[in-house]
């Protein structure tokens, strides 16, 4: 998550002042702040069209180029990856389609042959990983079921560890108090139509907050940490590496030069090197 370096630098300055701070982390899983819920409720519409058409449609808009601009804010990615959602008739694929940064095709121009061979079964083992979160909450309407899988899946393996390890760094202690297990318990009993109005997230959390307080702080946009980041790595790009430097203490870099056929991909994988080297 190219937000982890913003957080440690967040967090280093904070530790001056105080030494234990709240985040948001749990906010938009709870009531569904993510503009992929509304993505994939939109999705459904598209399930009135025989799968070839969809299909057909697709494979059309492959064809458009992508813009310069890196793959969370380019428009033209985002639109392909939300077409390439709708040909796929289960939730699980969906999902992953949605989430996911490299589709499976991309990896194979991506790992080294090395680092496919450690992997071994596990290779591919993403669609099956996001089945069994769905299948246990078979029973939950269509955002709350993708909240609980959230929940299980990118909020504890990604966004926790990446703000435990940058608040640690600093001896900053980070409470969440989205977190706290009455409130999720609540929230999980919220229909989910009170969550996504439309094209709103966390549509109930934003009309059940005090009158009193800030207005900008409640209804502007969370634009996150991450755009302050890649513009740096599209003005400071890394040098390529010679073999010899590819060995460092001993150890493999785990980012081998990618198939030279996916400028996409290529655009992606900057900011992942940029951490790896930081």
């Known amino acids: ?3 982890a370096l913003p957080s440690y630098y967040v967090a280093r300055e904070t530790r001056k002042y105080v030494t234990v701070a709240l985040n948001g982390d749990g906010g938009d899983e709870n009531f569904a702040g993510y503009i992929r819920y509304f993505a994939m409720k939109m999705s459904r519409i598209f399930d009135v069209l ?6 057909a449609l697709v494979a059309g808009t492959e064809l458009i180029p992508d813009s310069n601009a890196p793959a969370p804010f380019n428009l033209i990615w985002k639109a392909k990856r939300f077409l390439r959602s709708t040909a796929l008739a289960d939730r699980p694929a969906r999902h992953l389609e949605m989430i996911r940064y490299f589709g499976e095709r991309e990896t194979e121009g991506l790992y080294s042959r090395d680092f496919k061979a450690r992997l071994g079964g596990a290779l591919g083992a993403a669609l ?7 299948a246990r909450c078979r029973a939950e309407d269509f955002v709350n079921q993708m909240l609980y899988v959230d929940f299980k899946t990118y909020l504890p393996e990604c966004l926790m560890a990446k703000i435990d390890i940058a608040t640690m760094a600093n001896s900053l202690e980070a409470r969440s108090p989205f977190l706290d297990h ?25 009309r059940a907050w005090p009158k009193q307080s800030s207005g900008s702080a409640i209804t502007g946009t969370i634009s996150g940490a991450t755009p302050s980041f890649l513009p740096a790595c599209r003005r400071r790009p890394l040098p ?9 203490g001993g150890r493999h870099s785990p980012w081998p030069s990618p198939d030279r056929s996916a400028p996409s991909a290529l655009r992606r994988l900057t900011p992942c ?4 080297n930081w």
Not at 50 to 55: D, E, K, Y
Not at 128 to 134: D, L, R, S, T
């Open 128 to 134: 099956p990983y996001m089945e069994k979160a769905f």
């Open 1 to 3: 998550d190219a937000s």
């Open 50 to 55: 025989p799968v070839s058409l969809r299909r």
């Open 240 to 248: 390529r590496r010679r073999p010899a430097a590819r060995r460092q």
């Open 273 to 276: 090197r940029t951490l790896w």
């Open 182 to 206: 009455i409130l999720i318990e609540f929230a999980a009993k919220i229909p989910w139509e009170y969550k996504v109005k439309w094209n709103e997230g966390k549509w109930i959390l934003k």
